[in-house]
């Protein structure tokens, strides 16, 4: 892909920048039979402890082929009226692709962090009611919800100028952010 130029290396940390050809995976990955599994077969050739990959907040072609890749995956949500309703997409998409046997297992769920959390807003707790509602119908687990991300101004400046948000040590966000990849790798077991 286009992509392949810009690729970023530092200290064994390799970083694809994405391509307007994954707006349309058909595209990307061709007419190809089963293109659900065509990022797994990919992946496998390469060595590598993690690989991360970063898809689309919906459950297009893209994301799927994405989940059917992976091990194990992670969900940021807001708390808005339906922001919850993504992750169980996720689940039910899951479940489709067992019956399917597109998967032979379902990847872990390492769980999810709720983004952008304003706690004096009407939509974080109408959210916050909604989550706890999920919880006691046992579709997550207390322990799954990471942590709470509050919305800050360099993480909307960041989106907004196209830029990434720097890692700076002092900074409570990124200590936050650090904080889900940190569960993340305790989870999964990864020893680096």
Same mark, same amino acid.
């Given at each position: 892909?286009s992509?392949?130029s810009?690729v $970023?290396?530092?200290q064994?940390l390799?970083?694809?920048a994405?391509?307007?050809?994954?707006?349309?995976?058909?595209?990307?990955?061709g007419?190809?039979?089963?293109?659900e599994?065509?990022?797994?077969?990919?992946?496998?050739k &390469?060595? $590598?402890?993690l690989?991360i990959?970063?898809?689309p907040? @919906?459950?297009g072609?893209?994301?799927? /082929?994405s &989940? !059917?890749a992976?091990?194990? $995956?992670i969900s940021?949500?807001? &708390?808005?009226l339906?922001?919850?309703?993504?992750?169980m997409? /996720?689940? @039910?998409k /899951? @479940?489709?692709?067992?019956?399917?046997? !597109? &998967?032979?297992?379902?990847?872990?769920?390492v769980?999810?962090?709720l983004?952008k959390?304003?706690?004096?807003?009407?939509?974080y707790?109408?959210?916050?009611?909604q989550?706890?509602?999920? /919880?006691?119908?046992?579709?997550?687990?207390?322990?799954?919800?990471?942590l709470?991300?509050p919305?800050?101004?360099?993480s909307?400046?960041?989106?907004?100028?196209?830029?990434? #948000?720097?890692?700076?040590?002092? @900074?409570?966000i990124?200590? #936050? $952010?650090?904080?889900?990849?940190t569960?993340?790798?305790? !989870?999964?077991?990864i020893?680096?």
């Amino acid at each position: 892909s286009s992509a392949a130029s810009d690729v $970023y290396k530092r200290q064994g940390l390799h970083i694809l920048a994405g391509s307007s050809l994954l707006d349309e995976p058909e595209k990307a990955f061709g007419h190809r039979k089963n293109i659900e599994t065509v990022l797994k077969r990919m992946l496998s050739k &390469l060595e $590598y402890d993690l690989i991360i990959i970063d898809t689309p907040a @919906n459950m297009g072609l893209m994301t799927q /082929i994405s &989940l !059917v890749a992976s091990d194990a $995956y992670i969900s940021p949500s807001e &708390l808005e009226l339906g922001g919850l309703d993504g992750v169980m997409k /996720i689940f @039910n998409k /899951i @479940n489709n692709f067992l019956d399917e046997e !597109v &998967l032979e297992a379902s990847p872990k769920f390492v769980g999810f962090f709720l983004t952008k959390v304003e706690p004096r807003t009407k939509e974080y707790r109408i959210g916050k009611k909604q989550l706890e509602g999920l /919880i006691e119908a046992k579709a997550f687990k207390k322990k799954d919800l990471i942590l709470e991300i509050p919305k800050a101004a360099d993480s909307k400046e960041a989106r907004w100028f196209a830029t990434t #948000l720097q890692f700076n040590r002092s @900074n409570p966000i990124c200590k #936050l $952010y650090a904080k889900v990849f940190t569960r993340s790798i305790k !989870v999964l077991g990864i020893k680096f």
